[in-house]
């Protein structure tokens, strides 16, 4: 009875006790998941909205290219892209303005 | 012999009290959503998709929360950024969980439509 009892309360602990750590994983939990697409769910798709602030990292995805592109794969990448997202046919002006800032910010990584 | 039955019987607590944690966390989940405002269902989402309301209409170029301008919108995003096309996958990606989030945000104001209407009809 007693040796039952006390069984019980520590499995309802420990389940605490994980819950708990739970929750202060979470956020780097969330921030690794952000970082890679899972395949495992909904097509592999990037998580979560563009970064607060673009960096060199995001930039290069956004335009499809190494993070180490030269200057010329830098401009094609950009054009190919505004090409395909221009507002006047239709493209959204925000991923525009988010391919542009891209390039800007590759080139500007790229004369340091 | 005892330890056997010592050992599978605390598998069987064990069990049963995960499995009564996981369902009081999925009860106390739903209660907060029926208890919430659309609000604070709102900001939940944006928050565990990590997209605003905001960024997910910017994305899509979205004037009015319509289902037809979200799928209309979504569509030529999405095919205009796809991989066979010479698109990035990033952008595509974004265009996705844009109109994932508004999917959801639709889904919230039909809800709190519902649920006012319950409540006049009480």
């Not at chain 2, 009290?17 to 269902?41: D, H, I, K, N, W």
């Not at chain 2, 990035?88 to 209407?117: G, P």
């Amino acid at each position: 009875g007693k040796f039952i009892f006390s069984l019980c309360i520590c499995n309802f602990l420990v389940g605490r006790y994980a819950m708990q750590a739970l929750k202060q994983v979470e956020p780097q939990m969330k921030q690794a998941l952000k970082s890679f697409p899972t395949t495992a769910f909904g097509g592999g798709y990037y998580r979560g909205g563009f970064e607060p602030k673009m960096n060199k990292r995001e930039a290069s995805l956004v335009l499809g290219i190494s993070p180490t592109a030269n200057k010329n794969k830098i401009r094609e990448a950009h054009r190919k892209l505004m090409i395909l997202n221009h507002p006047d046919r239709g493209g959204s002006p925000y991923l525009a303005a988010k391919i542009n800032e891209a390039k800007d910010l590759m080139d500007d990584q790229m004369k340091k | 012999m005892k330890v056997t039955i010592i050992v599978m019987g605390v598998q069987v607590v064990g069990r049963a009290f995960a499995r009564a944690l996981q369902q009081e966390f999925a009860a106390s989940q739903a209660a907060a959503r029926a208890r919430s405002t659309g609000g604070q269902q709102s900001a939940a989402a944006s928050s565990i998709t990590g997209m605003s309301l905001q960024e997910a209409q910017q994305i899509l170029n979205i004037t009015t929360l319509t289902p037809e301008e979200i799928q209309k919108n979504y569509e030529h995003l999405f095919k205009v950024n796809d991989k066979s096309v010479g698109g990035s996958f990033y952008l595509q990606s974004k265009v996705v969980r844009a109109k994932e989030r508004l999917d959801e945000e639709l889904r919230i104001q039909s809800e709190q439509t519902q649920k006012s209407q319950q409540n006049t009809e009480t």
